[in-house]
């Protein structure tokens, strides 16, 4: 059962508070179940020890491959009592500082997969994420149905979000998302690692906090399917979210599960 605190509740209702004055947030990435409102393109554990990452400031780590596992990953090794939550990378940016905030304080650490039109609107959360200990990736330029394009604009799509990202932390980022797909098809797949990704990074865990079910129901959603090394798919820029991570990262930590990188998961 979810634990639903006094503080947490309040927590719903200053996210929601958030959503009224801050207008309509972007939306994140359908899988098919359920096709989210599309934006505009331009539109853990709290007694485990953090995980390593660079100094502040530092350069960004690159892309690297992980022998034995797939050209798609969809999780990490199931001996180890870990998991990556995992972020689509686009939304009001207050939401997005709130959420990895409410991270940090758990001592969690996530994966960001950002948007290339976000990082052009707001590009100092870039270094926001990585000064954090988070993972930072490439989801696409313009958040569009990438396998659906043909290869020119397929990978332009990956490449732009790879310059920005290079651009504003000196590496294309650690991982690859396809936007509007939970998995590449053979030709983004191809491109992507032709940018410079070894793996497509996929998940096992569908949160469907983009329907905007309220924070208990992306809790309960996320604690049914969860299990050592699951890759969890959640979204920046919902106010349900950022009001469940309290209550997901409790429930994770007693069952003795670490919220870390994806990196960290796979080392």
């Not at 294309?172 to 030709?187: D, H, N, Q």
Request: some cysteine; overall charge positive; glycine content about 10%.
């Amino acid at each position: 059962m979810v634990r639903v605190t006094t503080t947490n509740r309040r927590g719903v209702l200053r996210a929601g508070a958030g959503l009224a004055a801050g207008g309509a947030l972007a939306a994140g990435c359908g899988t098919g179940r359920t096709a989210p409102p599309d934006a505009s393109p331009s539109a853990a554990s709290p007694s485990a020890a953090p995980a390593r990452h660079p100094a502040a400031g530092g350069p960004a780590p690159a892309p690297r491959a992980y022998p034995g596992q797939p050209a798609q990953i969809t999780h990490g090794p199931r001996t180890r009592p870990q998991v990556a939550l995992t972020f689509h990378g686009q939304g009001d940016p207050k939401l997005a500082h709130s959420l990895l905030t409410e991270a940090e304080k758990a001592r969690a650490r996530l994966t960001v997969l950002a948007v290339g039109t976000w990082l052009d609107e707001h590009p100092d959360i870039a270094r926001r994420i990585l000064d954090g200990g988070h993972d930072l990736g490439n989801h696409t330029q313009h958040h569009i149905a990438v396998n659906a394009l043909a290869e020119a604009d397929a990978r332009k799509e990956i490449t732009d979000c790879a310059d920005r990202l290079k651009r504003l932390t000196g590496s294309i980022g650690t991982w690859f998302r396809p936007s509007r797909s939970p998995t590449a098809s053979p030709l983004v797949a191809r491109l992507a690692r032709t940018a410079g990704y070894p793996h497509v990074l996929s998940y096992d865990v569908d949160s469907l906090d983009y329907t905007r079910p309220g924070a208990a129901a992306v809790t309960r959603k996320v604690l049914a399917d969860v299990r050592n090394g699951s890759v969890v798919s959640l979204h920046f820029g919902y106010p349900d979210t950022v009001a469940a991570l309290p209550d997901l990262l409790h429930e994770l930590d007693r069952r003795g599960l670490r919220a870390v990188t994806t990196t960290e998961l796979l080392s």
